[in-house]
């Protein structure tokens, strides 16, 4: 709003006494006080509302209205009401300075005044933006993804209003990455995929210490509906608490960031045949100049949106092969989930869909992506989840040339097997896992496992319930401690003859000799299985 609108019909009766060349200025908040230096709490574009609490003389009205000019005040409103009407040094000095000066009649509350350009504020803003809005969602749209950050742009400086695009990891997909921490973004995609999993209707909520946070989803639309794959518009504020307008820009926001990933996904199909028949060639033991073909096509086509000089990688380059599993997640939902993910890592990934699950190919230069790293990555996914979902993945160790990678698939298939045998909703094994005792246990039948654990287990797992004893625990730490009696009893905190009673009572209900190696190794695997 500007200064003139405080004097037009329907506004509070203030009277102008100053300054009547200056009411085009724009008014962007109120700030009330009696401060006599209220310049450092000033940001710029403010009516000032004062009772002239602060004046004993006529000096001090200069010094008051100077202070403010600097502070970037747009217009000086004086309240009557506790000092009478408004002195004429305070008259003269605002005419000095150009400033605009409003008397507020006795009658008239200050929270009448503030109300009246909150509102008028609020409904310019929220016009701005409509229109701001309406008009970029066909930009973003139809030009090619550079839209986003733009109108994210304008609208945190022109409008005050701080938005994000989120991938479901937490990485950013435009917005002001520096105005949200990592520690931030984590949370926020956690409540919105643990509201999303509860099946809430959005705006979802969020406050953390930083403030609140209005969440809404970005659907995916490739092939399939996989919410854990959904982008997420952040936006600061608690949208619910707003004003219909408002509230109608955000819900046009999300349409605009949902038309972008609309025009994302439509992109990504080529990527995806490709990708598919990669895994395709890998699967029938294709010849290696034909998988190179198909790899070299696919890195082109990376680099063609990377660069104006496209550089792709050159067919006989290293390459890094995942394998994923979903259980309890519509069918194509981890290959959506994997390209989301793997976002804020690498452009240059071949997702290949697989039924409940998919494989990717890495290049060289992305292949730097170790088991802890996609393990920390695909964290946050744990929110969305249900009781009955998990993720499971396998990395391969790199292979030196497309002609490795049957190899490596076979290797990442196995380390996802090893995944597999972990508690947990997201678990991954990597390749150096695979040389462990670890892998042949993942081999090996269900309910061979559970009969094997059992045998062994079972008696000590039942005296320990019935005599409240501590025989799992401590079979465990003889074991850590290679059998050294001083020093597992010194981990246990108990004498060593306490010791040798409690390894003599698992002996006598397993008929088990833990001073035979044989005997230790099958113990130490049944534990694992536990």
Sequence with gaps: ???????????????????????????????????????????GGELVLTGMLWRTGPADSERFVRTIVAGGAVALAAGEAEVGPV????????RRHRMPLLAVPDDIAFGTVTEFIGRQ????????????????????????????????????????????????????????????????RDQLVRAHLGAQRQRRRPPHRARLATGAYSLLPAPAVVDVQAPLADWVLAVAGDVTEWTTKRQQLAE??????????QRRDEGRRLRRRLADEVLTLLQRDADQGEISRTLYASSAMAARYES???????????????????????????????EEALNGVTDRALVAGAGSGAVVVLPALDSA???????????????????????????????????????????????????????????????????????????????????????????????????QADLVRTLEAFLRSDGSWTRCAAQLHVHVNTLRYRIGRIEELTGRDLSRLEDRVDFYLALELA
Aim: charged share 25%.
């Design 308 to 338: 104006p000089e496209p550089k792709p990688q050159a067919p006989d380059g290293s390459w890094l092969v995942l394998s994923a599993d979903g259980t309890g997640l519509p069918e194509g939902a981890v290959r959506s989930i994997l």
């Design 369 to 467: 992506v170790p088991a802890d790293t996609l393990r920390e990555l695909l964290a946050p996914l744990e929110a969305g989840l249900g009781s009955e979902g998990r993720i499971t993945l396998g990395v391969s160790a790199p292979a030196p040339e497309a002609g490795g990678l049957r190899g490596a698939l076979e290797e990442a298939r196995h380390a996802r097997r090893i995944a597999a045998a972990r508690v947990g909703r997201v678990c991954v094994a990597g390749p150096e896992e695979l040389a462990s005792h670890v892998l042949l246990l993942a081999a090996v039948p269900d309910e061979v496992r559970r009969a094997f654990r059992s045998r062994l287990l079972d008696k000590v797992i039942a005296y320990d319930i019935e005599h």
């Design 1 to 43: 709003m500007r200064v003139r609108d405080l004097l037009a019909p329907g506004a509070p009766r203030l009277r102008l006494l100053a300054a009547e060349d200056e009411l085009d200025r724009q008014v962007s908040g109120v700030m009330t006080t009696d401060l006599h230096d209220p310049g450092r709490y000033l940001h």
């Design 252 to 261: 046009n926001l999300a349409r605009l960031v949902a038309a972008e990933r």
């Design 87 to 94: 002195p004429e040094d305070l008259v003269e000095a605002c």
């Design 121 to 184: 504020v609020s409904a310019d803003r929220a016009a701005d933006l409509a229109a701001l809005v309406d008009r970029h969602r066909l930009l973003v749209s139809a030009a090619g993804g550079g839209g986003l950050d733009a109108v994210l742009d304008l609208l945190g400086g022109d409008l005050d209003l701080d938005c994000w695009v989120l991938t479901p990891t937490g990485a950013v997909i435009a917005g002001p990455v520096d105005r949200l921490s990592a520690e931030d």
